[in-house]
């Protein structure tokens, strides 16, 4: 049964180093694959297709399938890592961000209530607060590109497809629909 094999897989990630502050509380994936010193949070869903590298964090209600989480990175909690997710070294994805066929490189941060879907965050970059990518344009999937040490202010829509160099700041609530340049500032929000 299920609960047969939720125990036996929670007692060989505990076995091999992982540390589960409430095992009974988090699922796993006969495929799952965590590295020692993981460290997974109460409520955790972990579906199929994850992999997790040493000392990261996995935060309390995170439900994560099809993804690959980097070395020391922090993920949730409440997040959403769907399939096709490549979170990098030290990268952050906190509460109530879900991420989609996107990579966040290394050091990157999305700290809270973002979508960041079929697209790349730079080295460094920060997703601010409610910044979403808007990567469906009613008939295909589009590509947004944010570069090394960018800026998204909060409450920033991004409309794909979409590049935005490295350095670049975009001021808050910005709906942006053209490239930015590097080290560029992009505002586009009527004045107040």
Same mark, same amino acid.
């Given at each position: 049964t ?18 589960? /502050?409430?095992? *009974? ?14 460290? /997974? ?8 297709g ?35 997710? &490549?979170?990098g ?5 906190g ?10 490189? *290394? ?29 469906? *344009?009613?008939?295909? &999937? ?23 160099? *490295?350095g ?15 080290d ?7 004045r107040?």
């Amino acid at each position: 049964t299920e609960s047969v094999l939720q125990q036996r897989l929670r007692k060989a990630a505990l076995e091999a180093g992982v540390t589960m /502050i409430a095992p *009974d509380t988090v699922f796993l994936s006969a495929d799952t694959r965590l590295a020692s010193d993981v460290t /997974i949070e109460p409520y955790v869903v972990i579906g199929p297709g994850v992999t997790i590298d040493a000392n990261a964090v996995i935060h309390s209600f995170s439900h994560l399938s099809g993804a690959h989480v980097g070395e020391g990175a922090s993920i949730g909690p409440y997040a959403r890592l769907r399939p096709g997710t &490549k979170i990098g070294r030290k990268a952050r994805v906190g509460n109530f961000v879900e991420v989609k066929e996107a990579v966040l490189e *290394d050091g990157a941060k999305a700290n809270h209530l973002a979508y960041i879907g079929d697209g790349r965050v730079g080295e460094g970059a920060n997703v601010g607060a409610g910044t979403i990518f808007c990567n469906y *344009d009613g008939a295909s &999937k589009q590509r947004t590109e944010i570069g090394k040490g960018a800026f998204i202010g909060s409450n920033s829509a991004l409309v794909a497809p979409l590049k935005v160099g *490295d350095g670049a700041y975009i001021g808050s609530g910005s709906v942006i629909t053209e490239n930015v340049p590097a080290d560029a500032l992009a505002l586009g929000r009527v004045r107040q």
